[in-house]
């Protein structure tokens, strides 16, 4: 089991940026991936980036190219995601995911955390 807590959503304008954290504790040692997703209010969840625990390659969704950064500590077991030029398309509960294995699901998730970009 992995057990990850989200933290760093909040209001900001448009233009403005946060950076999101995961903290991930419990069975770590087996994390292929970290994922970051997001759902806004009546859409799909959406993939947002992920990153290759152990090696660093990371992998954006086209809207966030440029604009998102995420990165790992793996000392602390915490994935980020820098949010900068944020719009009011990018609202939405920002959630975090654990890969257990390459090419597997994401089996573990965040409670989520809601960013707002006002206009």
């Known amino acids: 089991q992995v057990q990850l807590v989200e933290s760093g959503g909040g209001l900001v304008q448009a233009g403005g940026s946060l950076r999101l954290s995961c903290a991930a504790s419990?069975?770590?040692?087996?994390?292929?991936?970290m994922g970051w997703f997001r759902q806004a209010p009546g859409k799909e969840r959406e993939f947002v980036a992920t990153i290759l625990w152990w090696i660093g390659s990371t992998t954006y969704a086209d809207s966030v190219k440029g604009r998102f950064t995420i990165f790992r500590d793996k000392a602390k077991n915490t994935v980020y995601l820098q949010m900068n030029t944020l719009k009011p398309e990018d609202t939405a509960v920002y959630y975090c995911?654990?890969?257990?294995?390459?090419?597997?699901?994401?089996?573990?998730w965040g409670q989520g955390t809601q960013v707002t970009v006002s206009s």
């Open positions: 995911a654990q890969r257990g294995r390459p090419g597997g699901a994401y089996d573990f």
């Open positions: 419990g069975r770590t040692v087996s994390t292929d991936a």
